[in-house]
């Protein structure tokens, strides 16, 4: 049997609160490093994984803008 622990009491924030800043942290974090790995294939003349790269890139802001906004609301 698994118990549910709220860590809210350790870090001051409640679990989901923590957990929405963590997911738009991470997307704005994947945005820079795609930014670096997009680069590096438009250099090395792939443009397949380039694209892939700005694909992906483009879905890590659109996360990250809806992280945001829910941020905007929540807190």
């Known amino acids: 049997m698994t ?3 709220e860590h809210g009491n ?3 924030t409640k679990d989901a609160q923590y957990d929405l800043l963590w997911f738009t ?3 704005l974090n994947n945005a820079l490093r ?3 790995y997009a680069a ?3 250099r090395d003349g792939d443009r397949e994984l380039h ?3 700005r694909r ?3 879905e890590s802001r659109k996360g990250a803008e ?4 829910l941020l905007r609301n929540r807190l």
Not at 66 to 69: N, T, V
């Open 66 to 69: 809806q992280g945001k906004q």
């Open 34 to 36: 795609l930014e670096t």
């Open 51 to 53: 694209d892939l790269f």
């Open 10 to 12: 350790i870090t001051g």
């Open 40 to 42: 590096d294939a438009e």
């Open 25 to 27: 942290e991470i997307c």
């Open 56 to 58: 992906a890139q483009t």
């Open 3 to 5: 118990t549910t622990v």
